[in-house]
């Protein structure tokens, strides 16, 4: 399952915000979680504008938080940055983009909040 930015944020700092169900699959063993270094990027540059505030620094943030939450990061590759040319333009976040193009390439499902995924008919998973 390949989570998107914020529902990986959500899982520590608001759970509540995620369904019953989410909450369970993400504590499920038997489902993998992958982060994608699209994400990890994302919250970068959020965190340098002021626009995330963590409670550590960055890089101890991702870092600590990947290991304690066993989570598999997900390098992008170039297949997945060609494919973003290939997607119709139902959503124009450049990291949702290269969320859904990673999850049809990795035949991943896609754990994410935002409904106009689910446009690209990529496995989503409501949050």
Same mark, same amino acid.
């Given at each position: 399952?390949?989570? @998107?930015?914020?529902?990986?944020?959500?899982?520590?700092?608001?759970?509540?915000? !995620? $369904?019953?169900?989410?909450?369970?699959?993400?504590? @499920?063993?038997?489902?993998?979680?992958?982060?994608?270094?699209? $994400?990890?990027?994302? !919250?970068? +540059?959020?965190?340098?504008?002021?626009?995330?505030?963590?409670?550590?620094?960055?890089?101890?943030? #991702?870092? $600590?938080? !990947?290991?304690? @939450?066993? +989570? #598999?990061?997900?390098?992008?590759?170039?297949?997945?940055?060609?494919?973003?040319?290939?997607?119709?333009?139902?959503?124009?976040?450049?990291?949702?983009?290269?969320?859904?193009?990673?999850?049809? +390439?990795?035949?991943? $499902?896609?754990?994410?909040? @935002?409904?106009?995924?689910?446009?690209?008919?990529?496995?989503? +998973?409501?949050?």
């Amino acid at each position: 399952m390949l989570l @998107d930015t914020q529902c990986w944020l959500w899982m520590r700092a608001a759970p509540q915000r !995620l $369904s019953a169900r989410t909450r369970r699959l993400l504590i @499920d063993p038997a489902n993998e979680l992958l982060l994608s270094a699209a $994400s990890v990027w994302e !919250l970068a +540059i959020k965190a340098a504008l002021g626009k995330a505030r963590l409670p550590e620094p960055f890089g101890e943030f #991702v870092t $600590s938080r !990947l290991a304690e @939450d066993g +989570i #598999v990061p997900l390098p992008i590759q170039h297949i997945h940055a060609m494919r973003v040319a290939e997607l119709p333009a139902h959503h124009r976040d450049p990291f949702d983009r290269l969320l859904v193009a990673q999850a049809q +390439i990795e035949a991943l $499902s896609l754990l994410t909040a @935002d409904r106009q995924l689910e446009a690209y008919g990529v496995a989503v +998973i409501r949050a």
